[in-house]
T-cell receptor, first 118, second 113 residues
Framework: AQKVTQAQTEISVVEKEDVTLDCVYE???????LFWYKQPPSGELVFLIR??????QNEISGRYSWNFQKSTSSFNFTITASQVVDSAVYFC???????????????FGTGTQLKVEL | KAGVTQTPRYLIKTRGQQVTLSCSPI?????VSWYQQTPGQGLQFLFE???????NKGNFPGRFSGRQFSNSRSEMNVSTLELGDSALYLC????????????FGDGTRLSIL
């Protein structure tokens, strides 16, 4: 069965610091997808990124970057020069391509609460 | 483009009652998934509907059911409510093919007294 572990429950940083959120996953599928979502206090989950298991290229989008390493089953997320607006809960999620009917079923980690203070 | 709309935003019920939650997906999206979020269990997948058919199902009791209409709008029903059903219920939509990014609504916060 699939599993996603986010060992960091809460992280506090001062604005402009860099911060890395860890994500480790378990799956038996060879084809799978990894996601990061952000949940601000309003409650809505905001999609940030999707990677498939065949694409290990790191990705950078503005202040955000993602490091995918199949060898360690990790998909870590780094925010550079953090800002107060980055304060939220961040979830890592896994979807297996072998899901019945080719549908959508996300397995989420427990989330990391990021607090960015002035 | 309008996002995923969930109604109502807040709901208070008592044990034993039943409740229906509604979700309107992004226009053109044919897949609708439901998730339950609680402090203890986190985010858990309930079920997914595509073209009015349940395509995937999580590990929840039969008291939790859903349906999807021809316009892709979906409803989720919980019967014989228990205190443990208090949660934020999130709906997500995606175009249809599997494993695409899902776009979430603001959720319905259900409180059971």
């Amino acid at each position: 069965a699939q599993k996603v572990t986010q060992a960091q429950t809460e992280i506090s940083v001062v604005e402009k610091e860099d911060v890395t959120l860890d994500c480790v996953y378990e799956t038996r599928d060879t084809t799978y997808y990894l996601f990061w979502y952000k949940q601000p206090p309003s409650g809505e989950l905001v999609f940030l990124i999707r990677r498939n298991s065949f694409d290990e290229q790191n990705e950078i989008s503005g202040r955000y970057s993602w490091n995918f390493q199949k060898s360690t089953s990790s998909f870590n997320f780094t925010i550079t020069a953090s800002q107060v607006v980055d304060s939220a809960v961040y979830f890592c999620a896994l979807s297996e391509a072998g899901v019945t009917g080719g549908g959508n079923k996300l397995t989420f980690g427990t989330g990391t609460q990021l607090k960015v203070e002035l | 483009k309008a996002g995923v709309t969930q109604t109502p935003r807040y709901l208070i019920k008592t044990r034993g009652q039943q409740v229906t939650l509604s979700c309107s997906p992004i226009s053109g999206h044919r897949s609708v998934s439901w998730y339950q979020q609680t402090p203890g269990q986190g985010l858990q997948f309930l079920f997914e509907y595509f073209s009015e058919t349940q395509r995937n199902k999580g590990n929840f009791p039969g008291r939790f059911s859903g349906r999807q209409f021809s316009n892709s709008r979906s409803e989720m029903n919980v019967s014989t409510l228990e205190l443990g059903d208090s949660a934020l219920y999130l709906c997500a939509s995606s175009p249809g093919q599997g494993n695409q990014p899902q776009h979430f609504g603001d959720g319905t916060r259900l409180s059971i007294l």
